[in-house]
């Protein structure tokens, strides 16, 4: 199995990005697809995620109304789309894959597959 994670880069805040992971080797379709995300001394968190089916879609409070999750089964590939990027919104972004056919969770123990990480740096 593996999950190629993409997109990162330099971007001033207010600034966007699209991440991708496109994924090999499982069914994607029966997998929660969950981005997490990681900044320097911290914990790894749980940034947004979608069922297997497309829905429901769960995000964490701090990126609500400015990040999108969105899939595509026939492509293998998720996506998350970050828009208004604040400098807290630094950190290694990661891909995973939760399943098959499991609820939608948050916590990164849980999930069975991690992508490489992306890097997303926000400047001011």
């Known amino acids: 199995v593996q999950l190629q994670a993409s997109g990162g880069g330099l971007v001033q805040a207010g600034g966007s990005l699209r991440l991708s992971c496109a994924t090999s080797?499982?069914?994607?379709?029966?997998?929660?697809m969950g981005w997490f995300r990681q900044a320097p001394g911290k914990e790894r968190e749980f940034v947004a995620g979608?069922?297997?089916?497309?829905?429901?879609?769960n995000y964490a409070d701090s990126v609500k109304g400015r990040f999108t999750i969105s899939r595509d089964n026939a492509m293998n590939t998720v996506w998350l789309q970050v828009n208004n990027l604040k400098l807290e919104d630094t950190a290694v972004y990661y891909c995973?894959?939760?399943?098959?056919?499991?609820?939608?969770?948050?916590?990164?123990?849980?999930?069975?597959?991690w992508g490489q990480g992306t890097l997303v740096t926000v400047s001011s």
């Open positions: 080797g499982l069914t994607f379709s029966r997998y929660c």
């Open positions: 995973s894959a939760d399943g098959p056919y499991t609820v939608l969770r948050t916590t990164p123990n849980e999930y069975d597959y």
């Open positions: 979608i069922s297997y089916s497309g829905s429901p879609l």
